[in-house]
């Protein structure tokens, strides 16, 4: 492992995912997204991911105006690879709201985990930035397309990246415990961005992943903390979102008593949500992300609250978290 290691130990309890300002589910403002991208840096955030497929590169573009005008060495950046953006030749003014993002269809998605892919893509994402370096670059959802391809091809690639100096650190990013796993058994990692599957709601990444970073000192960093939205409000949704989809009834039950358990101690549901992951020794930084300033605010307020003595006891007591 030849990482940047001051790219991993600079990322902070809480970093801002870019997905919300790349327009996921809604458009938003210019105007918005720099108010909301400031709100994160007035408030000591200073890791920012982002990735191609947010927003089709509009993510990106949004977070390298922010950041060019602020000193790079301040900060940490992290894009992913995986999905290189083609022209789309069938492009007749649609958009791209059928994976989640108000933009036009201009491009389209290609999973590409070779090592021209992969250089293809940092040096598009570069370009989008307008940065001259990247801290971390992480392998976008392989198991979405092909995992085998993207352990045996694209991490080397990010491994020679990395050697190069163009990237500071390398790492895999997805919704799969399982995939992330054996990206940590069979890749040279430094950093794992697994998304929601260690959260107040559930911890199949315990099972495995955690203890196999631990051991072999790869930082994770958690990512969809809130399962969707389910734990963001003190009183969960049955219409709400879990894992970008519906709600099942026995997930929403536990996450009614999960708040119950929090409203019994005085505590926010999302306070607990957000500060869950960093009780673990191998979690680096929780990632959250919104195109609104006063919930960016909000959630840094929660990530710094204090918690009642016995707490996370009580909540074990209960059978609630491990």
């Keep these: 492992m030849n990482a940047d290691v001051t790219s991993t130990e600079r990322l902070g309890p809480i970093g801002y995912g870019a997905a ?3 327009n996921l589910y809604r458009a938003v403002s210019d105007e918005e997204s720099d108010a909301a991208l400031a709100a994160a840096w007035d408030g000591g955030i200073r890791y920012f991911d982002t990735a ?39 492009f007749a003014g649609g958009d791209d709201l059928a994976a989640d993002f108000a933009v036009p269809n201009e491009t389209v998605r290609r999973f590409d985990p070779s090592e021209a892919g992969v250089r293809r893509s940092i040096d598009d994402s570069l370009e989008r930035l307008g940065v001259d370096r990247i801290d971390i670059a992480y392998l976008h959802d392989p198991d ?40 940590v058994r069979e890749g040279d990692l430094d950093l794992v961005m697994i998304a929601g599957r260690y959260t107040l709601l559930e911890q199949p990444a315990l099972a495995e992943l955690l203890p196999l970073c631990e051991a ?16 963001a409000t003190d009183t969960p949704d ?38 869950y992951p960093l009780q673990h020794p191998a979690v680096r930084s929780v990632v959250v992300g919104s195109a609104r300033a006063a919930d960016i605010r909000q959630n840094i307020d929660r990530v710094r609250a204090s918690m009642p003595d016995g707490f996370w006891q009580g909540l074990r007591s209960e059978g609630l978290i491990p």
């Design 216 to 231: 072999r000192g790869v930082g994770v960093v958690a990512a969809a903390v809130f399962n969707s939205g389910l734990l």
């Design 52 to 90: 191609p497929h947010y927003g089709l590169g509009l993510s990106e573009r949004r977070l390298g105006a922010f950041l060019r005008t602020r000193p790079s060495s301040e900060y940490v950046l992290s894009t992913k690879v995986g999905r290189v953006l083609d022209a789309n030749p069938d």
């Design 20 to 22: 919300s300002v790349g």
């Design 238 to 275: 049955r219409t709400g979102r879990y894992n970008y989809g519906a709600v099942p009834s026995e997930v929403f039950d536990r996450a009614q008593r999960l708040a119950a358990a929090c409203r019994a101690f005085g505590v926010s549901l999302p306070e607990a949500a957000l500060q």
């Design 144 to 183: 979405a397309y092909d995992l085998d391809r993207g352990v045996t091809e694209a991490l080397p690639a990010l491994a020679k990246l990395r050697d190069e100096g163009v990237v500071g650190a390398i790492g895999i990013g997805t919704n799969s415990a399982d995939a992330a796993a054996r990206a």
